[in-house]
């Protein structure tokens, strides 16, 4: 049974009365499902082979990580077996000329850990429901002044997708003057169903001063080899007030890519010039593995 408060937050947001400028998720969507949900039960599963079973598996997963649209008309249809998704519950867009968003909130679907999918999907509504009225709160205050243009943008993208992890990266991006974005992650364990932190990865806090370094190796190799690329480190902000990169935090971003290699990512900003994006960086296991609690996730 559905955790009550999480049912309770969902009726409450979907049920936020919002203003007529507003153009949400097409209807069309809607009447889609019922037909595809006709069609499909339709179909004689006898005659269904191997390969057309195949076929449909490579459909599913790909339109649900890539379509919201086609994954709020698949999540309408009946699913043998338990696979772990991500759809667009709803979507808000703005476009008033100088102010624009669009802002998608996940929900996970298809966890054994009903506590766990709650959890998360208690997160996604809380985030983008703040995000949602700061957006409209800082819209209404610049059209009283009568200056000032802001966009905001909230989506997802699912970074590894295996038999033993599921990554689901969010970002937010902010547009008002200049450009931020945010990255946030969450790296799920399929098998047992648990949320996979970065210190559960190690033995001890040891992994961040030798994770570190070896950022900073890159990041010095990096620069080494195009001349366009900058870091800020110790050696490059001499004279600029800027805090240098010395290390990531316990708790840093990061996903375990499809070749199981970790991966710790930053923010626009955090260790470069804006230009830079939001870096990452693949940390080869063979640096680590003394480190590792396990060779189960990272390979």
């Not at 905001?152 to 990554?167: C, G, H, L, Q, R």
């Not at 040891?206 to 195009?226: F, G, L, P, T």
């Not at 990531?248 to 955090?270: A, P, R």
Request: glycine share 4%.
């Amino acid at each position: 049974m559905k955790d009550k408060n999480l049912d309770e937050l969902k009726k409450k947001y979907l049920e936020t009365p919002i203003p007529s400028q507003l153009d949400f998720v097409v209807k069309k969507a809607l009447q889609e499902s019922r037909v595809t949900t006709m069609k499909k039960n339709r179909l004689n599963r006898a005659r269904i082979t191997a390969a057309s079973i195949a076929a449909a598996l490579v459909i599913l997963i790909v339109g649900v990580n890539t379509s919201p649209a086609f994954a709020q008309n698949l999540s309408k249809v009946p699913v043998v077996g338990s696979i772990v998704r991500v759809i667009t519950l709803r979507e808000y867009k703005v476009n008033e000329g100088q102010y624009m968003a669009d802002i998608k909130v996940p929900e996970i679907q298809g966890m054994e850990n009903k506590a766990l999918e709650n959890s998360l999907n208690e997160k996604y509504l809380a985030e983008n429901k703040e995000l949602y009225q700061q957006f409209m709160a800082e819209m209404k205050a610049m059209e009283e002044k009568g200056s000032g243009h802001k966009g905001v943008s909230s989506s997802y993208e699912v970074k590894t997708d295996n038999d033993t992890i599921f990554s689901v990266c969010r970002s937010i991006l902010t547009i008002e003057g200049s450009s931020n974005t945010e990255l946030k992650y969450d790296t799920i364990d399929k098998k047992k169903q648990v949320l996979i932190s970065l210190p559960s990865l190690f033995k001890d806090d040891s992994y961040v001063d030798v994770i570190s370094k070896n950022i900073i190796s890159q990041m010095r190799e990096e620069m080494k080899s195009d001349e366009g690329k900058i870091y800020w480190l110790d050696d490059q902000v001499e004279d600029v007030p800027i805090e240098p990169f010395e290390q990531i935090s316990k708790d840093q971003n990061f996903y375990i890519n499809t070749e199981g290699k970790l991966v710790i990512s930053f923010n626009k900003y955090d260790v470069a010039p804006g230009y830079m994006g939001t870096p990452e960086f693949v940390i080869l296991t063979e640096v680590i593995s003394d480190l590792l609690v396990g060779d189960e996730y990272i390979r």
